[in-house]
Protein backbone atom coordinates (compact mmCIF):
# COMPACT_ATOMS: atom_id res chain seq x y z
CA UNK A 1 0.00 0.00 0.00
CA UNK A 2 1.08 3.70 -0.37
CA UNK A 3 1.92 5.80 2.10
CA UNK A 4 -0.25 8.80 0.64
CA UNK A 5 -3.36 8.83 -0.91
CA UNK A 6 -6.18 10.88 -2.53
CA UNK A 7 -9.20 12.43 -0.17
CA UNK A 8 -11.13 15.13 -0.35
CA UNK A 9 -10.80 17.24 2.70
CA UNK A 10 -12.40 19.76 4.18
CA UNK A 11 -10.41 22.87 5.44
CA UNK A 12 -12.74 25.67 6.86
CA UNK A 13 -16.56 27.31 5.18
CA UNK A 14 -16.42 27.24 1.09
CA UNK A 15 -12.45 25.19 1.24
CA UNK A 16 -12.50 22.01 -0.02
CA UNK A 17 -10.87 19.79 -2.82
CA UNK A 18 -9.10 16.88 -4.01
CA UNK A 19 -5.76 16.37 -2.33
CA UNK A 20 -2.86 14.19 -1.19
CA UNK A 21 -2.94 12.79 2.87
CA UNK A 22 -1.66 10.47 4.33
CA UNK A 23 -2.57 6.78 4.21
CA UNK A 24 -4.41 5.53 7.80
CA UNK A 25 -3.07 2.89 9.70
CA UNK A 26 -4.44 0.98 12.13
CA UNK A 27 -4.44 2.74 16.09
CA UNK A 28 -6.29 0.14 17.95
CA UNK A 29 -6.71 -3.63 18.24
CA UNK A 30 -10.20 -3.50 16.58
CA UNK A 31 -9.24 -1.04 13.97
CA UNK A 32 -9.51 -1.98 10.27
CA UNK A 33 -7.96 -0.35 7.41
CA UNK A 34 -10.49 -0.46 4.52
CA UNK A 35 -10.29 0.37 0.57
CA UNK A 36 -13.10 2.21 -0.25
CA UNK A 37 -15.27 0.81 -2.86
CA UNK A 38 -18.17 2.42 -3.57
CA UNK A 39 -19.11 5.96 -1.58
CA UNK A 40 -22.02 8.87 -1.86
CA UNK A 41 -22.15 12.33 -1.01
CA UNK A 42 -25.07 13.26 1.72
CA UNK A 43 -26.38 16.03 2.25
CA UNK A 44 -25.14 16.42 5.60
CA UNK A 45 -21.88 16.50 3.14
CA UNK A 46 -22.66 19.79 1.99
CA UNK A 47 -24.11 21.45 4.88
CA UNK A 48 -20.87 20.99 5.91
CA UNK A 49 -18.41 22.26 3.67
CA UNK A 50 -21.18 25.52 3.32
CA UNK A 51 -20.22 26.13 7.25
CA UNK A 52 -24.07 25.15 8.38
CA UNK A 53 -22.77 22.48 11.03
CA UNK A 54 -21.33 24.60 13.99
CA UNK A 55 -19.55 21.83 15.23
CA UNK A 56 -17.46 21.23 12.27
CA UNK A 57 -13.82 20.25 12.43
CA UNK A 58 -11.41 20.61 10.00
CA UNK A 59 -9.29 20.01 8.47
CA UNK A 60 -11.37 16.72 7.65
CA UNK A 61 -11.84 14.50 5.36
CA UNK A 62 -15.49 13.99 4.44
CA UNK A 63 -18.03 11.78 3.54
CA UNK A 64 -19.81 8.60 6.16
CA UNK A 65 -21.67 6.92 3.16
CA UNK A 66 -20.07 3.77 1.92
CA UNK A 67 -19.06 0.03 1.21
CA UNK A 68 -15.72 -0.82 1.82
CA UNK A 69 -13.73 -3.94 1.32
CA UNK A 70 -10.91 -5.15 4.36
CA UNK A 71 -7.45 -4.50 3.74
CA UNK A 72 -5.81 -4.76 7.06
CA UNK A 73 -7.49 -5.81 10.59
CA UNK A 74 -6.17 -4.88 14.27
CA UNK A 75 -5.27 -7.49 16.59
CA UNK A 76 -8.55 -8.07 18.30
CA UNK A 77 -10.20 -8.08 15.14
CA UNK A 78 -11.63 -11.78 15.20
CA UNK A 79 -14.38 -12.18 12.57
CA UNK A 80 -13.45 -10.13 9.76
CA UNK A 81 -10.79 -10.35 7.31
CA UNK A 82 -8.43 -9.45 4.30
CA UNK A 83 -10.81 -9.77 1.63
CA UNK A 84 -14.32 -9.49 3.01
CA UNK A 85 -16.52 -6.98 1.35
CA UNK A 86 -18.95 -4.53 3.53
CA UNK A 87 -21.00 -1.98 4.31
CA UNK A 88 -20.48 0.00 6.46
CA UNK A 89 -22.63 2.07 9.31
CA UNK A 90 -22.06 6.26 9.27
CA UNK A 91 -20.45 6.57 12.49
CA UNK A 92 -19.10 3.93 15.64
CA UNK A 93 -21.03 3.62 18.97
CA UNK A 94 -19.53 1.70 22.39
CA UNK A 95 -21.68 -0.67 23.12
CA UNK A 96 -21.77 -0.18 27.17
CA UNK A 97 -22.93 3.29 27.88
CA UNK A 98 -26.67 4.26 28.56
CA UNK A 99 -27.86 5.41 25.30
CA UNK A 100 -26.07 2.12 23.61
CA UNK A 101 -27.89 -0.20 26.09
CA UNK A 102 -30.93 1.62 25.34
CA UNK A 103 -30.71 1.33 21.38
CA UNK A 104 -29.93 4.77 21.02
CA UNK A 105 -26.53 4.14 19.30
CA UNK A 106 -26.34 7.42 17.48
CA UNK A 107 -26.12 9.22 20.71
CA UNK A 108 -23.34 7.17 22.32
CA UNK A 109 -21.14 9.09 24.35
CA UNK A 110 -17.71 7.77 23.45
CA UNK A 111 -18.96 7.26 19.42
CA UNK A 112 -18.36 9.35 16.31
CA UNK A 113 -19.30 9.87 13.08
CA UNK A 114 -17.10 9.65 9.66
CA UNK A 115 -16.19 12.91 8.52
CA UNK A 116 -17.07 14.46 11.35
CA UNK A 117 -15.62 15.66 14.72
CA UNK A 118 -13.63 12.51 16.19
CA UNK A 119 -13.21 10.82 12.27
CA UNK A 120 -11.83 10.92 9.18
CA UNK A 121 -14.43 10.49 6.13
CA UNK A 122 -15.20 7.94 3.03
CA UNK A 123 -14.18 10.30 0.55
CA UNK A 124 -10.74 8.39 0.62
CA UNK A 125 -8.80 5.90 -1.51
CA UNK A 126 -8.56 4.14 2.51
CA UNK A 127 -10.47 4.34 5.59
CA UNK A 128 -10.10 3.45 9.38
CA UNK A 129 -12.35 1.80 10.54
CA UNK A 130 -12.69 2.19 14.56
CA UNK A 131 -14.94 -0.82 16.68
CA UNK A 132 -14.79 -2.46 13.22
CA UNK A 133 -16.66 -5.69 13.96
CA UNK A 134 -19.58 -3.74 15.25
CA UNK A 135 -19.43 -1.12 12.20
CA UNK A 136 -18.84 -3.11 9.50
CA UNK A 137 -21.64 -5.63 7.91
CA UNK A 138 -20.40 -7.91 5.34
CA UNK A 139 -22.17 -7.93 2.01
CA UNK A 140 -24.54 -11.05 1.37
CA UNK A 141 -23.46 -13.22 -1.33
CA UNK A 142 -25.58 -12.33 -4.33
CA UNK A 143 -25.52 -8.44 -3.72
CA UNK A 144 -23.56 -5.46 -4.60
CA UNK A 145 -22.17 -2.61 -2.88
CA UNK A 146 -25.11 -1.20 -5.28
CA UNK A 147 -28.06 -3.09 -3.73
CA UNK A 148 -26.71 -1.53 -0.07
CA UNK A 149 -25.49 1.63 -0.36
CA UNK A 150 -27.93 2.99 0.57
CA UNK A 151 -29.09 1.01 4.15
CA UNK A 152 -26.68 2.46 6.74
CA UNK A 153 -28.02 6.14 5.99
CA UNK A 154 -30.44 6.95 3.39
CA UNK A 155 -32.75 3.80 4.34
CA UNK A 156 -32.19 3.91 8.13
CA UNK A 157 -33.17 7.53 8.59
CA UNK A 158 -36.25 6.60 6.53
CA UNK A 159 -37.05 3.70 8.79
CA UNK A 160 -36.90 5.62 11.81
CA UNK A 161 -39.01 8.44 10.45
CA UNK A 162 -41.55 5.87 10.52
CA UNK A 163 -41.15 3.70 13.19
CA UNK A 164 -39.63 6.75 15.87
CA UNK A 165 -43.55 7.97 15.13
CA UNK A 166 -45.19 4.46 15.83
CA UNK A 167 -46.57 4.07 12.67
CA UNK A 168 -48.74 1.16 11.95
CA UNK A 169 -49.78 -0.69 9.19
CA UNK A 170 -52.43 0.81 6.47
CA UNK A 171 -52.05 4.52 7.73
CA UNK A 172 -51.89 6.98 5.28
CA UNK A 173 -48.48 9.47 4.81
CA UNK A 174 -47.05 12.20 3.47
CA UNK A 175 -43.71 12.80 3.25
CA UNK A 176 -42.42 16.39 2.68
CA UNK A 177 -39.11 16.82 0.64
CA UNK A 178 -38.34 13.84 -1.24
CA UNK A 179 -34.89 13.71 -1.47
CA UNK A 180 -32.95 10.83 -1.04
CA UNK A 181 -34.09 10.41 2.33
CA UNK A 182 -37.58 11.79 1.67
CA UNK A 183 -37.63 8.74 -1.19
CA UNK A 184 -36.42 6.06 0.81
CA UNK A 185 -39.53 7.28 3.48
CA UNK A 186 -41.34 6.40 0.60
CA UNK A 187 -40.22 3.62 -0.29
CA UNK A 188 -40.64 2.11 3.31
CA UNK A 189 -43.99 3.08 3.60
CA UNK A 190 -45.08 1.95 0.75
CA UNK A 191 -43.38 -1.19 0.26
CA UNK A 192 -42.01 -2.24 3.99
CA UNK A 193 -45.06 -0.68 5.49
CA UNK A 194 -48.16 -1.36 3.79
CA UNK A 195 -49.18 2.50 3.74
CA UNK A 196 -52.89 2.84 2.41
CA UNK A 197 -51.71 6.16 0.59
CA UNK A 198 -48.26 7.77 0.04
CA UNK A 199 -48.19 11.50 -0.66
CA UNK A 200 -44.93 12.75 -1.93
CA UNK A 201 -44.41 16.72 -1.63
CA UNK A 202 -41.25 18.86 -3.31
CA UNK A 203 -40.79 22.07 -5.22
CA UNK A 204 -38.74 20.03 -7.41
CA UNK A 205 -40.30 18.12 -9.96
CA UNK A 206 -37.87 15.64 -11.04
CA UNK A 207 -37.93 14.35 -7.28
CA UNK A 208 -42.13 13.82 -8.10
CA UNK A 209 -41.62 11.78 -11.09
CA UNK A 210 -38.96 9.74 -9.68
CA UNK A 211 -41.01 9.17 -6.55
CA UNK A 212 -44.06 8.44 -8.86
CA UNK A 213 -42.62 5.99 -11.43
CA UNK A 214 -40.75 4.32 -9.10
CA UNK A 215 -43.87 3.29 -7.82
CA UNK A 216 -43.22 4.69 -4.33
CA UNK A 217 -46.31 7.23 -4.59
CA UNK A 218 -50.05 7.67 -4.97
CA UNK A 219 -50.03 11.18 -5.05
CA UNK A 220 -46.93 14.13 -5.84
CA UNK A 221 -47.69 18.19 -5.03
CA UNK A 222 -45.72 20.69 -6.41
CA UNK A 223 -46.12 23.65 -4.08
CA UNK A 224 -44.40 25.75 -6.76
CA UNK A 225 -46.96 24.92 -9.13
CA UNK A 226 -50.54 23.75 -6.70
CA UNK A 227 -51.75 24.80 -3.45
CA UNK A 228 -50.32 22.40 -1.61
CA UNK A 229 -52.75 22.24 1.16
CA UNK A 230 -56.14 22.41 -0.72
CA UNK A 231 -54.75 19.30 -3.12
CA UNK A 232 -53.14 17.24 0.15
CA UNK A 233 -57.07 17.83 1.84
CA UNK A 234 -58.25 16.57 -1.69
CA UNK A 235 -56.53 13.79 -1.35
CA UNK A 236 -57.13 12.84 1.90
CA UNK A 237 -61.05 13.45 1.73
CA UNK A 238 -60.63 16.41 3.91
CA UNK A 239 -58.91 14.81 7.16
CA UNK A 240 -55.05 15.24 6.41
CA UNK A 241 -52.63 12.01 7.00
CA UNK A 242 -52.03 9.67 9.64
CA UNK A 243 -48.15 10.78 9.55
CA UNK A 244 -46.45 13.33 7.93
CA UNK A 245 -42.66 12.96 7.31
CA UNK A 246 -40.68 16.05 7.33
CA UNK A 247 -36.82 15.94 5.59
CA UNK A 248 -35.99 19.10 4.77
CA UNK A 249 -35.34 21.30 8.02
CA UNK A 250 -36.99 24.60 7.07
CA UNK A 251 -39.96 27.11 8.83
CA UNK A 252 -42.01 26.40 5.51
CA UNK A 253 -41.61 22.60 5.06
CA UNK A 254 -42.60 22.24 8.79
CA UNK A 255 -45.18 24.80 8.44
CA UNK A 256 -46.95 22.78 5.54
CA UNK A 257 -46.43 19.56 7.90
CA UNK A 258 -48.44 21.10 10.98
CA UNK A 259 -50.98 21.85 8.04
CA UNK A 260 -50.66 18.77 6.57
CA UNK A 261 -51.52 16.35 9.88
CA UNK A 262 -54.68 15.06 10.19
CA UNK A 263 -55.90 16.12 14.27
CA UNK A 264 -53.94 13.85 16.76
CA UNK A 265 -51.88 13.29 13.89
CA UNK A 266 -47.84 12.61 14.16
CA UNK A 267 -45.28 15.31 12.58
CA UNK A 268 -41.75 13.22 12.46
CA UNK A 269 -38.93 15.49 10.85
CA UNK A 270 -35.55 13.49 9.97
CA UNK A 271 -34.30 16.67 8.71
CA UNK A 272 -31.17 18.29 10.13
CA UNK A 273 -31.88 22.14 9.95
CA UNK A 274 -28.80 24.53 9.04
CA UNK A 275 -30.66 27.34 11.73
CA UNK A 276 -33.28 28.18 14.34
CA UNK A 277 -37.01 28.90 12.98
CA UNK A 278 -40.68 29.27 14.83
CA UNK A 279 -43.09 26.94 14.83
CA UNK A 280 -47.12 27.02 15.15
CA UNK A 281 -47.75 26.17 18.27
CA UNK A 282 -51.01 27.24 18.75
CA UNK A 283 -51.77 24.91 16.03
CA UNK A 284 -49.89 22.10 17.06
CA UNK A 285 -51.61 22.02 20.29
CA UNK A 286 -55.01 22.69 19.35
CA UNK A 287 -55.49 20.24 17.05
CA UNK A 288 -53.76 17.44 19.34
CA UNK A 289 -50.63 16.87 17.14
CA UNK A 290 -47.18 15.06 18.30
CA UNK A 291 -44.17 15.77 17.07
CA UNK A 292 -41.33 13.63 16.96
CA UNK A 293 -37.43 14.25 15.71
CA UNK A 294 -34.36 13.16 15.89
CA UNK A 295 -31.44 11.14 14.60
CA UNK A 296 -32.11 7.86 13.15
CA UNK A 297 -30.13 4.63 15.67
CA UNK A 298 -29.08 2.01 13.48
CA UNK A 299 -32.52 0.43 13.94
CA UNK A 300 -33.99 -1.29 10.79
CA UNK A 301 -31.04 -2.62 9.27
CA UNK A 302 -30.99 -5.80 9.53
CA UNK A 303 -34.93 -6.46 8.58
CA UNK A 304 -33.97 -4.32 5.71
CA UNK A 305 -31.22 -6.64 4.55
CA UNK A 306 -33.67 -9.27 4.63
CA UNK A 307 -35.96 -7.37 2.18
CA UNK A 308 -33.91 -6.31 -0.10
CA UNK A 309 -32.45 -10.16 -0.45
CA UNK A 310 -36.26 -10.45 -1.08
CA UNK A 311 -36.59 -8.31 -3.50
CA UNK A 312 -39.56 -6.58 -1.25
CA UNK A 313 -37.09 -2.79 -1.04
CA UNK A 314 -35.14 -1.79 -3.88
CA UNK A 315 -33.37 1.67 -3.73
CA UNK A 316 -31.18 1.37 -7.15
CA UNK A 317 -33.25 3.73 -8.54
CA UNK A 318 -31.95 6.62 -6.70
CA UNK A 319 -28.31 5.89 -7.92
CA UNK A 320 -28.54 8.72 -10.91
CA UNK A 321 -24.88 9.59 -11.03
CA UNK A 322 -21.66 7.96 -10.52
CA UNK A 323 -18.04 8.67 -11.11
CA UNK A 324 -14.44 7.95 -9.72
CA UNK A 325 -12.98 10.10 -6.78
CA UNK A 326 -10.99 12.22 -9.59
CA UNK A 327 -14.45 13.94 -9.97
CA UNK A 328 -15.65 14.64 -6.61
CA UNK A 329 -15.68 17.94 -6.64
CA UNK A 330 -17.57 17.77 -9.72
CA UNK A 331 -20.28 15.44 -7.75
CA UNK A 332 -20.42 18.35 -5.18
CA UNK A 333 -21.26 21.22 -7.16
CA UNK A 334 -23.79 18.87 -9.21
CA UNK A 335 -25.13 17.20 -6.42
CA UNK A 336 -25.06 20.06 -4.05
CA UNK A 337 -26.68 22.53 -6.52
CA UNK A 338 -29.09 19.36 -7.59
CA UNK A 339 -28.30 20.26 -11.15
CA UNK A 340 -29.21 17.40 -13.89
CA UNK A 341 -31.79 16.07 -12.10
CA UNK A 342 -29.09 14.21 -9.84
CA UNK A 343 -30.83 12.00 -6.79
CA UNK A 344 -27.36 10.39 -5.57
CA UNK A 345 -23.79 10.77 -6.65
CA UNK A 346 -21.85 7.72 -6.20
CA UNK A 347 -17.82 8.01 -6.04
CA UNK A 348 -16.09 4.94 -7.51
CA UNK A 349 -12.26 4.19 -6.36
CA UNK A 350 -9.51 6.90 -7.50
CA UNK A 351 -7.97 5.85 -11.07
CA UNK A 352 -4.60 6.60 -11.79
Known amino acids: MEETMKALVYDGPGKYGLTDVSVPVILKPTDVIAKVTLAAICTSDIHQVRGEIADAVYPRIQGHEFCAEV ?58 IPRAEQTMFPIPEGLTEEDVIMLPDMLATGWFGITNAGFTEGGSVAVIGVGPVGQCACLLAKKAFNARQVIAVDTLQYRLDIAKNAGNADVVINPAQDKAVKKLMEATGGAGVDLVIETAGIKATFDLAVRAAKMNGIISTVAVPAAPFEVNMPSIVFRNLTIKAGIQNGAGIRKMMKMIMAGKIDSRFLLTHRAPLNDIEKGYDVFGNQKDNCMKWLITPYER
Open 71 to 128: VETGSGVKNLKAGDRCMVLPGTFCGQCDMCRSGRFILCRDGGIFGNINMEGCHAEYIR
